[in-house]
């Protein structure tokens, strides 16, 4: 059965770091485009950071660019977040995804983890 686990997320102060990871397991993972998205009640999800299938291609919303690096470990079938200089606008629920596409956006994702809350306080 195909499965993204997050984990990794928790409550952090404005300017802190956190490091989300995703594990994934019965799916071809080393061949998936993968990513990050995050969702705020009331909103759409938005792609945080994406990441093609061998890590040369990678994909930032602007309002993380420079704060936020995504990077995968296909030997250990798992995708990292490093959120660093975190904001209050960063408070969301973050979801590990994974696509059949060279890389990922909000339309195309094949498979889904179920997301984990991260709360930054001012």
């Known amino acids: 059965q195909a499965q993204l686990q997050e984990s990794g997320g928790g409550l952090v102060q404005a300017g802190g770091s956190l490091r989300l990871s995703c594990a994934a397991s019965?799916?071809?993972?080393?061949?998936?485009?993968v990513g990050w998205l995050r969702q705020v009640p009331e909103k759409e999800r938005e792609v945080v950071a994406a990441?093609?299938?061998?890590?040369?291609?990678?994909n930032y919303a602007n309002s993380v660019k420079g704060r936020f690096t995504i990077s995968r470990d296909n030997a250990k079938n798992t995708v990292y977040l490093q959120m660093n200089s975190l904001k209050p606008d960063d408070t969301a629920v973050y979801y590990c995804?994974?696509?059949?596409?060279?890389?990922?956006?909000?339309?195309?994702?094949?498979?889904w983890g179920q997301g984990t809350q991260v709360t930054v306080s001012s």
């Open positions: 019965g799916l071809p993972f080393g061949r998936l485009a």
């Open positions: 990441l093609n299938w061998s890590g040369g291609i990678t």
């Open positions: 995804a994974a696509a059949e596409a060279v890389i990922l956006n909000r339309y195309n994702v094949n498979y």
